[in-house]
T-cell receptor
Framework: EAGVAQSPRYKIIEKRQSVAFWCNPI?????LYWYQQILGQGPKLLIQ????????DSQLPKDRFSAERLKGVDSTLKIQPAKLEDSAVYLC????????????FGPGTRLTVL | GIQVEQSPPDLILQEGANSTLRCNFS?????LQWFHQNPWGQLINLFY???GTKQNGRLSATTVATERYSLLYISSSQTTDSGVYFC????????????FGKGTLLTVNP
């Protein structure tokens, strides 16, 4: 079974530029998550989708971050404009459908903002 | 929200030694997972264990839900066990997000 796929794996941009990350979850997984992991910390949820609807985006900085999952499968996370403090690893995860299901994580995208 | 505390924050072992990592949480949970984050940043699922005991090779885990803690045991450690171990929990409701602890950094020396 293929795991969660993410691209790109690494991205370096200058502040005020824009960037987009892509995630393809495990086939059949209805729930998709984007987490942000700052160096030295545990991952923190940015947004959770159930199929193509947003369940929780309370910790998403909506003035600069946006995410979509139009067809209920793959998803994109965008930052525009980027700030220095956005330097982090962005992790995508997926699970079948409910809170008690195991979440599986992709390899992450490491973003460096200069 | 739910609080997750992991201990110890750092642990250094010689190859072959055993270790116990602890995760305390502040509320009842319906999802608890242990992860190993390798040096390349990949989060690898070790256990899904909101209650009870599980074993997988040299690793085992126990969660005592009534007392709000979980333990991860690593026996006969190997250098490839090095990395950060995270405990993550979900306390229910419509939000399935996992709340992560700060992790335990394990270094296994040859």
């Amino acid at each position: 079974e293929a795991g969660v796929a993410q691209s790109p794996r690494y991205k370096i941009i200058e502040k005020r530029q824009s960037v987009a990350f892509w995630c393809n979850p495990i086939s059949g997984h209805a729930t998709l998550y984007w987490y942000q992991q700052i160096l030295g910390q545990g991952p923190k949820l940015l947004i959770q989708f159930q199929n193509n609807g947003v369940v929780d985006d309370s910790q998403l900085p909506k003035d600069r971050f946006s995410a979509e999952r139009l067809k209920g499968v793959d998803s994109t996370l965008k930052i525009q404009p980027a700030k220095l403090e956005d330097s982090a690893v962005y992790l995508c995860a997926s699970s079948l459908s409910v809170a008690t299901d195991t979440q599986y994580f992709g390899p992450g995208t490491r973003l460096t903002v200069l | 929200g739910i609080q997750v505390e992991q201990s110890p924050p750092d642990l250094i072992l010689q190859e072959g030694a055993n270790s116990t990592l602890r995760c305390n949480f502040s509320d009842s949970v319906n999802n608890l997972q242990w992860f190993h984050q390798n040096p390349w940043g990949q989060l690898i699922n070790l256990f899904y264990i909101p209650s009870g005991t599980k074993q997988n090779g040299r690793l085992s885990a126990t969660t005592v839900a009534t007392e709000r803690y979980s333990l991860l045991y690593i026996s006969s450690s190997q250098t490839t066990d090095s990395g950060v171990y995270f405990c993550a929990v979900n306390s229910g409701g419509s939000n399935y997000k996992l709340t992560f602890g700060k992790g335990t950094l394990l270094t296994v020396n040859p």
